[in-house]
């Protein structure tokens, strides 16, 4: 029988839970998933490739299905190129909804033969994003429950120095916020 492999392709900045529920809800329903890291030149990341790949694999090598890789210029192109034939994408929210549909069909568009096939993570997550965690945690707010403890580890490492060197000017200066 055909094997279906699956790409999941995304920023990743950071990987949050609410990904890594997808990522075990795809891992069931595809024979291989490929979670496919975008190496994004336009957008200053957080975490550089390198980091969110070496985060996602520490955090997927419970699935042996689920394989990490990084791509640059059209996730299709990438996905013929590893033979996927499914882009597994997650929607949390009706506001989800508008620019999933747009790119999915964009995506059919440019390759009728891959299928983007949406899936819900559990509720549980549907308010979860990795842009709302990179703010609380560069606010100093809680993200704990939000993102593996890995994560949550690494984020505290990247954040602090920075914490610190405001702290050092403001203190120098005299400034007060
Ligand atoms: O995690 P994100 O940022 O929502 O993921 C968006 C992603 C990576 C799926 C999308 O930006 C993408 O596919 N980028 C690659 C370039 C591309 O193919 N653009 C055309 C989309 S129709």
């Given at each position: 029988m055909k094997k279906v492999v699956a790409i999941y392709p995304?920023?990743?900045?950071?990987?949050?839970n609410g990904h890594l529920d997808l990522i075990e809800r795809g891992s069931k329903i595809f024979d291989e998933l490929i979670v496919a890291i975008l190496r994004n030149s336009e957008k200053q990341p957080l975490f550089s490739l390198g980091e969110r790949r070496e985060m996602m694999e520490a955090m997927t090598?419970?699935?042996?299905?689920v394989g990490v890789d990084t791509f640059e210029g059209l996730m299709v192109d990438y996905a013929m190129k590893v033979k996927a034939t499914a882009v597994l994408r997650g929607i949390r929210a009706i506001s989800d909804y508008e620019y999933e549909l747009q790119m999915a069909l964009m995506n059919r568009k440019l390759a009728p033969n891959v299928e983007t096939v949406f899936m819900m993570p559990a509720e549980a997550y549907s308010y979860l994003s990795s842009r709302l965690v990179r703010e609380i945690a560069q606010i100093g707010g809680s993200i704990s429950g939000l993102v593996p403890e890995l994560v949550q580890r690494r984020l505290q490492e990247k954040i602090d120095p920075a914490l610190k060197f405001q702290q050092s000017r403001k203190r120098k200066t005299g400034k007060k916020e």
């Open positions: 995304g920023s990743f900045d950071p990987l949050t090598q419970r699935w042996k299905n």
